[in-house]
């Protein structure tokens, strides 16, 4: 363990529910740089129907063409975490300039780090919607 101690505190929760906000931000900001900021750099993201994308690298090429929503809410269900890991849990929803609105669920599993800040090393979501026949 990084900080030695074991313990999941509030300000570790404040902590994550700031990345995640921080992860809003960015992505209807479409600044990919900002997003990344608070990702290990083994970030994996795991998107619906997709591979898994691993690396900053990759994950930014997925954020630079990722559609940008005018419009992107989440709400956190929970925050855990023990020792130098912790999962955020919850649903959010992209409307798009189109008109189209995305309602998904998410797990991002953050890992702290040496200087006891808090990263992002896996994004997992999928859509509520069934995929397209």
Not at 94 to 122: C, E, L, N
Request: overall charge negative; charged content about 25%; aromatic content about 10%.
């Amino acid at each position: 363990m990084a900080n030695g101690t074991g313990s999941f505190t509030a300000r570790d929760d404040a902590a994550i529910r700031a990345m995640v906000d921080t992860h809003l931000q960015a992505i209807v900001a479409h600044d990919p740089d900002a997003f990344l900021a608070t990702c290990t750099d083994e970030i994996t993201f795991m998107p619906p129907e997709l591979p898994p994308i691993v690396g900053k690298e990759g994950c930014r090429a997925f954020l630079e063409d990722f559609p940008v929503p005018e419009a992107f809410t989440s709400e956190i269900a929970d925050v855990e975490g023990a020792g130098d890991l912790a999962f955020a849990r919850g649903s959010a929803t992209a409307t798009f300039p189109d008109g189209a609105t995305v309602t998904f669920t998410y797990v991002g599993i953050h890992r702290r780090q040496p200087d006891g800040s808090w990263k992002m090393a896996r994004d997992i979501w999928n859509t509520d919607e069934p995929a397209p026949q």
